[in-house]
T-cell receptor, first 113, second 115 residues
Framework: AQSVTQLDSQVPVFEEAPVELRCNYS??????LFWYVQYPNQGLQLLLK??????LVESINGFEAEFNKSQTSFHLRKPSVHISDTAEYFC???????????FGQGTRLTINP | EAGVVQSPRYKIIEKKQPVAFWCNPI?????LYWYRQNLGQGPELLIR????????DSQLPKDRFSAERLKGVDSTLKIQPAELGDSAVYLC?????????????FGPGTRLTVL
């Protein structure tokens, strides 16, 4: 069975600083990988996803994540964060056959001015 | 375009009482999901529908939980009777198809507190 571990429950950073939110998964088969974001008082939204092809995927608001098969990781990065990035971020995995999302515990990103 | 609508947003009940949650997916989305999110955890799938058919209800505690999507549009999730451990946020999501690479659009959730 697949599982996801987000290594940090909370990550505080200063505005304009870089950030990395870590995600590791376990699965014995090929996977799809996702990052979802939940802004305060809103529903979860898809931020980016890896299905196949290039291991580096990007979102429209400057986040990127890299699929590393050997390390079974899919860490999320942004070179310079803004106050508006304050949210909870969830990593999710699905075996390509299972077609079911398994979410991590979430990482709360707090941006300090 | 309206997003996924859920009601109520908040519900407080006493244990052993019944409770129901309602979800209206995005128009045209055939696939509907119910998730439960416990405090400090990520969402966990309870059931997913393709139109009116439940295609995966393996995670639904069937002794007290039930769900329906009679006309393949809106859906209701019911708990009867509720237990203290059912306190959580219940999320509904919809997508254009069953394949997991189809983006799931989530509603704001219903926060249930069982006293």
């Amino acid at each position: 069975a697949q599982s996801v571990t987000q290594l940090d429950s909370q990550v505080p950073v200063f505005e304009e600083a870089p950030v990395e939110l870590r995600c590791n998964y376990s699965s014995s088969v090929s996977v799809y990988l996702f990052w979802y974001v939940q802004y305060p008082n809103q529903g979860l939204q898809l931020l980016l996803k890896y299905l196949s092809g290039s291991t580096l995927v990007e979102s429209i608001n400057g986040f990127e994540a890299e699929f590393n098969k050997s390390q079974t990781s899919f860490h999320l990065r942004k070179p310079s964060v803004h106050i508006s990035d304050t949210a909870e971020y969830f990593c999710a995995v699905s075996d390509q056959g299972a077609q079911k999302l398994v979410f991590g515990q979430g990482t709360r990103l707090t941006i300090n001015p | 375009e309206a997003g996924v609508v859920q009601s109520p947003r908040y519900k407080i009940i006493e244990k052993k009482q019944p409770v129901a949650f309602w979800c209206n997916p995005i128009s045209g989305h055939n696939t509907l999901y119910w998730y439960r999110q416990n405090l400090g955890q990520g969402p966990e799938l309870l059931i997913r529908y393709e139109n009116e058919e439940a295609v995966d209800d393996s995670q639904l505690p069937k002794d007290r939980f039930s769900a329906e999507r009679l006309k393949g549009v809106d859906s209701t999730l019911k708990i009867q009777p509720a237990e203290l451990g059912d306190s959580a946020v219940y999320l509904c999501a919809s997508s254009t198809g069953l394949a997991v690479y189809n983006e799931q659009f989530f509603g704001p959730g219903t926060r249930l507190t069982v006293l």
